[in-house]
């Protein structure tokens, strides 16, 4: 088997690994990276260009594994783009959002590659995708040689796969993005267990030692306390998510809380691709039962649009939780904006319930809890520091020690490191490569071939 990271840059930016399996020339993912702009963002499809993809899989709809999808597939239209049964409602979604994003930077950031791709290459896209189902393997063949796909169930976000190819009797498994533990929307993940030849595996946790006394229930605990807490002093509470997976989870956990009595009911505010992402959900849960989330509990809570009429610094008009994104708080967005007015009020809060770039302002603001001021550039605004502001661990993806478990458990001859910061790789590559002496474990060089 041949393998190409695509990924430029390294780290977990924009993903895409080409192999070659036997006769099949395969692409798994095409993202963009969340921090590059314009055609850097993308990955470098120059290893590929003059060979024709077999098969294209599309493991779930962060835009850092399907931002690049439209690019790649209008380069080899006869690929068949394989993908689960969520993401054939998710997918197109999330990329026509991704090019309204794109036309408001080219013209706010003056970034001329924007868009990169049309409303009518998504509309390509769309047709060329083929829906499998979870945990049933499909046969392709391509003259003599015959490979057999199957999708699992990986948790992480709804229509999350972990990819297996069997060819001559050996296996290989992407992990993709894993999550085993329930969420309150979603199963954990279900990977195949037993032998596997080759493992290609994420690493995003690999820095994060876990603590034995956090766990996500508990975390949800804590996190229901705060806004409870933020909520009797007579502020408004920020919850600043990601709109796919992180919002329905929080729309379902307030439900759940002020159904149980453990928060005062009081409006809650969401906007934006989030909601649009709810009516999806309830699409995908009728359709496939995948998920678990029910329109109804947004009617009950009667979500409302936050007022428009936002004054950097003049406190909120209206008192309440605000489940907005994005979950960095980045500049321009929703959670940026309603951050400015409230930030500097002393009964207000703010809940960040993931992880936040350090670069990002999220990560910014944690950085520096002692900070008397924050300096909202966008804005031009400089804001007392006086709400106050806390962090809950509901990461979508795995602990470190989940993972090299998985893999000490597959025997795999080959592991090779993906999606991960340079250190986190580093973790994995000493843990597995103490654990697994017999293997090879492999932090690919973006770009160059790897004969496994
Ligand atoms: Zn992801
Ligand atoms: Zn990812």
Not at 45 to 73: K, Q, R
Not at 296 to 308: F, I, N, S, T, Y
């Amino acid at each position: 088997m041949k393998l190409i990271d695509l990924n430029r840059h390294g780290g977990i930016g924009a993903n895409s690994i080409f192999v070659q399996i036997g006769d099949f020339n395969i692409l798994v993912d095409a993202g963009l990276h969340p921090k590059m702009v314009g055609k850097e963002a993308l990955p470098d499809f120059e290893p590929i260009e003059d060979l024709d993809l077999d098969l294209i899989i599309l493991t779930h709809c962060h835009l850092d594994h399907l931002g690049g999808l439209p690019i790649v597939a209008s380069l080899h239209p006869d690929a068949p783009i394989i993908t689960s049964l969520p993401n054939l409602t998710l997918a197109p979604r999330m990329l026509r959002n991704s090019i309204n994003v794109m036309k408001r930077q080219r013209q706010e950031l003056n970034i001329l590659d924007y868009p990169l791709f049309l409303h009518r290459d998504v509309a390509a896209v769309s047709k060329r995708l083929v829906g499998q189902r979870f945990e049933r393997g499909e046969v392709y063949l391509k003259g003599k040689d015959r490979i057999e796909v199957t999708l699992h169930p990986a948790g992480h976000v709804a229509g999350a796969a972990a990819v297996e190819f069997i060819h001559k009797h050996r296996r290989i498994v992407f992990s993709g993005d894993v999550l085993f533990e329930a969420q309150r929307t979603l199963p954990g993940a279900h990977l195949p267990k037993g032998k596997i030849d080759t493992l290609i595996l994420e690493t995003t946790r690999g820095r994060t030692a876990r603590k034995p006394e956090v766990n996500r229930a508990s975390e949800v605990d804590r996190l229901i306390d705060t806004v409870a807490a933020i909520l009797e002093r007579g502020g408004s509470c920020l919850i600043p998510v990601f709109a796919l997976g992180r919002m329905q989870e929080l729309f379902k956990i307030l439900y759940e809380a002020r159904n149980f009595g453990r928060l005062p009911r009081c409006p809650v505010f969401a906007a934006g691709l989030g909601i649009d992402l709810c009516n999806h959900f309830e699409k995908i849960r009728r359709s496939t039962r995948l998920v678990d989330f029910d329109l109804g509990m947004l009617e009950k809570m009667r979500v409302q649009q936050p007022d428009p009429k936002m004054r950097p610094g003049r406190d909120l008009p209206r008192k309440g939780i605000y489940l907005v994104s994005s979950g960095m708080m980045v500049e321009h967005t929703p959670s940026y904006h309603i951050a400015a007015s409230l930030l500097p009020h002393p009964d207000n809060g703010i809940c960040f319930v993931g992880y936040c770039d350090p670069e990002t302002p999220g990560g910014e603001i944690l950085a520096e809890p002692e900070a008397e001021n924050y300096f909202f550039d966008a804005l031009d605004y400089l804001a007392p520091r006086q709400a106050s502001v806390d962090q809950f661990d509901l990461s979508g993806h795995a602990d470190r020690e989940e993972l090299a478990a998985y893999a000490v458990q597959s025997e795999a001859r080959a592991v090779v490191l993906t999606h991960g910061d340079a250190d986190a790789r580093e973790w994995f590559l000493e843990e597995l490569q103490a654990n697994m002496p017999d293997s090879t474990v492999i932090n690919p060089e973006p770009l160059c071939q790897y004969q496994i």
